[in-house]
């Protein structure tokens, strides 16, 4: 039995991709024994894998939990550690942890010095190769081997799903603050969604994939779409809706948190949405995916998703352009 400490602080989506190598240290010996180090906002989430035996949440503005936490994974005496966030936080936390092994996985290499001197193996994650490639590296050095075939939801506990009326097989359609100015990266390509050419994407996605549409949104609020809700959408609960002209078979969900996003994505027939954790999801659920990368990141959109075999990538451009590169895929 080997005892794995791994540092992932970030986003969901990155402790979604980080599952290759849990996936591959279970796999390996189904004793190992796998604690994570994240963040308050992450470990909500990484507590759903029975297969993580202990969570540690990292805050750096919390020095009591800290010492806590750094005094008891010393005892614990871990075979490896691994940092996969590449955050400067979790490098300079783990020099105090004592450990036969330990692995960084760096955006860059300032912290050059102190990688030479308390860390065994550290490599640059770097989009030369994709960010699966860059696992793989990761597991080599460790003695792992990645799978073909990665069950990323091994021994996680889907939410009790509450949308049972929800009949699968849908288009759906996840329009979350990347699609919006003001709420996303401010040098990014935007779509220009609005209440006139809505109706044009909603039909163009009707006339494509001949299914019933369920939209989704995250968690920020978005006053175009609250004006759409009112305008084309009736209540039916407290966040579902039904258009008005099309009834059931197009259905709104509003303010949807990640594990109801999740089940939702489970019961889809294909998915449309800009490119981030809601592909992960997709792609470990084996979801059909049509994903929207800015034309200046798509280095990025493709380090991410290279391993991803039902994904297409499209340019963020002009909701019109968007319609018509949809219509256009085989």
């Known amino acids: 039995m080997t005892r794995y400490l791994i540092f992932r602080t970030d986003r ?29 906002y992450n470990s909500n989430y990484a507590k759903n894998y ?26 614990i005496k871990y075979d490896k550690i691994l940092v996969l966030d590449g955050k400067r936080r979790s490098i300079l936390f783990s020099i105090f942890l004592n450990s036969k092994f330990k692995l960084a996985v760096i955006k860059d290499w300032r912290p050059l010095l102190i990688l030479k001197l308390f860390f065994n193996k550290f490599l ?3 989009e030369i190769k994709s960010q699966f490639d860059n ?25 009790k799903n509450n949308k049972k009326c929800l009949k699968p097989n849908y288009t759906l359609l996840h329009l ?21 050419n809505f109706k044009l994407f909603v039909d163009t996605i009707f006339k494509k994939f001949k299914k019933n549409i369920l939209i989704t ?25 039904i258009s008005i002209k099309h009834k059931n078979k197009l259905r709104f969900i509003n303010n949807t948190d990640f594990q109801d996003l999740e089940n939702i994505v489970k019961k889809a027939n294909n998915l449309i949405c800009c490119e981030g954790a809601i592909s992960h999801v997709s792609h470990a659920l084996g979801i059909n995916t049509i994903a929207l990368v800015n034309y200046t990141g798509i ?6 998703t290279s391993h991803m075999n039902k994904i297409k990538l499209l340019y963020r451009n002009d909701i019109k352009i968007v319609c018509k590169l949809i219509s256009k895929i085989k």
């Not at 290759?20 to 189904?30: F, G, L, R, V």
């Not at 297969?51 to 800290?66: A, F, Q, R, T, V």
């Open 12 to 40: 969901i989506g990155d402790f979604i991709f980080s599952r290759i190598i849990t996936d591959a240290i279970k796999k390996q010996n189904s004793s190992n024994k796998i604690d994570f180090v994240c963040s308050k």
């Open 50 to 75: 029975k297969d993580i035996n202990k969570i540690y949440i990292l805050d750096k503005s919390n020095l009591k939990i800290m010492l806590k936490n750094l005094l008891e994974i010393n005892s």
């Open 124 to 126: 640059i994650n770097s």
């Open 135 to 159: 696992f793989v590296s990761v597991a080599n050095i460790i003695d792992l081997k990645v799978n073909k075939k990665i069950d990323y939801y091994h021994s996680y506990k889907f939410k």
């Open 176 to 196: 979350d603050e990347k699609w919006f100015e003001n709420y996303y990266y401010k040098d990014f390509d935007y779509m220009n969604l609005n209440e006139k």
């Open 217 to 241: 949104t995250g968690s920020i609020k978005i006053p175009l779409l609250e004006k759409i809700l009112k305008k084309y959408f009736k209540k039916i609960d407290d966040n579902e809706f």
């Open 299 to 304: 280095n990025t959109g493709v380090f991410w």
